[in-house]
């Protein structure tokens, strides 16, 4: 019923920049906070930045300076412009939001992931 397809990962060297963006659609009635995860092999999956309906941001200290996340709410799609990328930022990337479904009921959908890779 709700969807949230992740596109714009791939492999950049050490210093470069990727943007992720993650579009929802669906029976959503409003998108409330939405955010950007990621999971290296071998680690837990950890939140690299959020953002809530009204645009207050939230980061990871990992990435402070040199990624961004943004939303078009018109759009229903947030976006993750990575800077400055290291190594050690090598990880598949999950978008996550939760919403308000049209019928009434809150719920919290995953994207199926992209994956970020960064050659040294």
């Known amino acids: 019923q709700v969807q949230l397809v992740e596109s714009g990962g791939g492999l950049v060297q050490a210093g470069g920049s990727l943007r992720l963006s993650c579009a929802a659609s669906?029976?959503?009635?409003?998108?409330?906070?939405m955010g950007w995860y990621r999971q290296a092999p071998g680690k837990q999956r950890e939140l690299v930045a959020a953002?809530?309906?009204?645009?207050?941001?939230n980061y990871a200290d990992s990435v402070k300076g040199r990624f961004t996340i943004s939303r078009d709410n018109a759009k229903n799609t947030v976006y993750l412009q990575m800077n400055s990328l290291k190594p050690e930022d090598t990880a598949v990337y999950y978008c996550?939001?939760?919403?308000?479904?049209?019928?009434?009921?809150?719920?919290?959908?995953w994207g199926q992931g992209t994956q970020v890779t960064v050659s040294s």
């Open positions: 996550n939001a939760d919403f308000r479904l049209s019928w009434g009921p809150l719920a919290n959908s």
């Open positions: 953002i809530t309906s009204g645009g207050s941001t």
């Open positions: 669906g029976s959503i009635f409003r998108i409330n906070g």
